[in-house]
């Protein structure tokens, strides 16, 4: 099983601020197989980013991804207040799909 | 408008099983495969199975093996999540997503079931 680590626990930011977080991999996972989420308190999470690099639809373009092989990051250019909630990252290319333990963005 | 709509809340003795269903509306049913993932308390996403809703293929968690079985019933476009031999540590918020096929991301997902399991 590929366990997946995102760095850090949590994020304080303000809004307008860059935000970036982390999640490595205990294995290599291809890109095409990494995916980002957002959830916030009380609902489901919501795709962000799949395929490392590729904005699911309706997505902001103030969400990127990047990264290969075990070390992939979501940036997010300039937070808006909407924005601070918590994101995962998930691998699907290998089974089980597993999913990073989160990092909470708030509010500084 | 593509939706994903759950069964109500449930609370459950140890033991017991329980059943948790997925209405899907706005996409063809059988084109997609359908994923359960459960989130415990303060816990991460844990995936648990899916289901190919067109050919019926299935496959679960090694974590779950024994215990999950998930089924489909094209004609209501609705999946079937059923965890039996409940432990208090079975509760947790119970989500289906869909994916384009097992290898894909969850870009729909369903609002959760909230699963209690308490003596």
């Known amino acids: ?108 | 408008q593509v939706h994903l709509v759950q069964s109500g809340a449930e609370v459950k003795k140890p033991g017991a099983s329980v059943k948790v269903s997925c209405k899907a509306s706005g996409y063809t049913f059988t084109g997609y495969t359908l994923h359960w993932v459960r989130q415990a308390p303060g816990q991460r996403l844990e995936w648990m199975g899916w289901i190919n809703a067109g050919n019926g293929n299935i496959e679960y968690s090694q974590s779950f093996q024994g215990r999950v079985t998930i089924t489909r019933d094209t004609s209501a476009t609705t999946a079937h999540m059923e965890l039996s031999r409940l432990r208090s540590e079975d509760t947790a918020v119970y989500y289906c997503a869909s994916s384009g096929n097992a290898q894909a991301a969850f870009d729909i997902w369903g609002q959760g079931t909230m699963v209690t399991v308490s003596s």
């Open chain 1, 1 to 108: 099983e590929i366990v997946l680590t995102q760095s850090p626990g949590t994020l304080s930011l303000s809004p307008g601020e860059r935000a970036t977080l982390s999640c490595r991999a205990s294995q290599s996972v291809s890109s095409t197989y990494l995916a980002w989420y957002q959830q916030k308190p009380g609902q489901a999470p919501r795709l962000l980013i799949y395929g490392a690099f590729s904005r699911a639809t309706g997505i902001p373009d103030r969400f990127s991804g990047s990264g290969s092989g075990t070390d992939f990051t979501l940036t997010i250019s300039r937070l808006e207040p909407e924005d601070f909630a918590v994101y995962y990252c998930q691998q699907y290319g290998s089974s089980p799909a597993t999913f990073g333990q989160g990092t909470k963005l708030e509010i500084k």
